[in-house]
């Protein structure tokens, strides 16, 4: 269904996402993975990865994000990095650190890896650990010291929301003395794990601005040493994330079980029989399957993405939100406050505000699947703190 200004032919699949396993040591409640976390038994053998490399290869994909999950589980990793070494991509391993001692870099280095993001949880150990819900602080910090030791550029990922974003200061002077080379602070985006606990997650926009405002004072100071990458969540911003920088464009992602995405969360977009590479090539799945040209181009575009002077920078935000938020995939993303259902956002994020304390998190595991099923209908409130009457 692309337009006549987007042709198949010419888009690539510049940046793959191997979504090596769905498995995780960790149990963070913000977690994008989904809700319905496949079993371990269908995930794609090593055969199977070699061959997706390839063929995504051929297809024109040079960056490699080796993802999960927690990919360090898959004992084959240095297989598969030492293969995408081979074929001249350049891989990205992003890691919690659990599962990574000196033996294993040092094997991954000698594979080829290119790079390594390690994830935090926030500076303060006991913070960091509740929200893992396992103790990992301490791992993760002689993680951090062996990737620098091993000659990788230090890259740090912090995910912000209501529950560390008060400790902007201290989380980047953690940074600083890991001598970080580049850190994100990657507020979360609200699908899977994290749009079930959003009432958990949500900061109020004063906790926001201030904690922007200590990264600005932190890139001002210290910009010549760390770079210092602060992502506004788009609930707060008015305008959507050009999602993928567009369906289908340059992105493409395999999950566990080998199915193939248009954007890791694709999966929960109802009427897709999203294809696997099990039975298709990723030269079929790219330039012909329904699902990914289904939101390519512009004719799908309802009012107001339709006419919108900004529609080919956004690309009309992000089809998985629209339909989560509000159940129905072409509609424009309610982050936009262009959005007929903007209301949507604006009454979430008040909702959130108002609680004397945040509900418990469902944290991420399989015994909570059921239960974070019921809890992520975005327009039902929960009421587990009551509201300030304040």
């Not at 496949?38 to 490699?64: F, H, I």
């Not at 949880?121 to 301490?138: E, V």
């Not at 294809?275 to 512009?298: C, T, Y």
């Not at 979430?348 to 505000?353: G, I, P, S, T």
């Amino acid at each position: 269904m692309q337009s006549d200004k987007t042709s198949v032919e010419s888009l690539r699949p510049l940046w793959l996402l191997a979504e090596l396993t769905y498995s995780c040591p960790l149990q963070c409640p913000y977690c994008s993975n989904p809700i319905r976390l496949g079993e371990r038994s269908r995930e794609l053998s090593t055969e199977d990865w070699l061959r997706v490399l390839a063929e995504a290869r051929k297809l024109g994909a040079v960056q490699l994000g080796l993802s999960g999950g927690e990919p360090l589980l898959r004992k084959d990793l240095e297989i598969i990095v030492g293969e995408a070494r081979r074929l001249g991509y350049y891989t990205n391993l992003l890691t919690s650190g659990m599962g990574m001692d000196e033996g294993r870099i040092s094997a991954l280095k000698e594979a080829g890896l290119d790079h390594i993001q390690v994830s935090f949880q926030a500076d303060d150990p006991d913070l960091n650990n509740r929200l893992a819900g396992t103790d990992s602080h301490r791992h993760k910090m002689e993680v951090a010291r062996l990737v620098k030791a091993y000659g990788y550029p230090m890259v740090l990922n912090v995910v912000m929301h209501r529950h560390n974003l008060d400790r902007m200061r201290e989380i980047l002077d953690m940074a600083l003395a890991l001598e970080a080379d580049y850190v994100e602070l990657a507020n979360t985006q609200y699908y899977g794990w994290a749009l079930a606990n959003r009432d958990y997650l949500l900061p109020t926009r004063d906790q926001l601005q201030r904690a922007e405002a200590v990264a600005h004072d932190y890139q001002a100071r210290y910009g010549d040493r760390m770079k210092i990458y602060f992502v506004v969540p788009d609930y707060f911003e008015g305008k959507p994330k050009p999602c993928m920088n567009g369906w289908g464009r340059i992105f493409l992602s395999v999950a566990p079980d080998g199915t193939a995405l248009p954007c890791h969360a694709a999966a929960d977009l109802p009427g897709l029989e999203l294809p696997s590479v099990r039975d298709h090539s990723l030269e079929w799945i790219w330039q012909k399957s329904p699902d990914f040209n289904q939101f390519r181009g512009e004719s799908w575009m309802q009012q107001p993405c339709s006419t919108c002077d900004e529609r080919a920078s956004c690309f009309g935000g992000c089809r998985c939100q629209a339909y989560l938020l509000t159940g129905e995939a072409a509609a424009a993303d309610p982050a936009c406050s262009k959005s007929p259902s903007h209301e949507v956002i604006l009454q979430a994020v008040e909702h959130a505000a108002g609680l004397h304390c945040a509900p418990e998190p469902i944290m991420r595991n399989r015994r909570n699947v059921s239960r974070a099923l019921q809890n992520e209908a975005p327009v039902r409130v929960r009421v587990e703190c009551a509201p300030d009457s304040g």
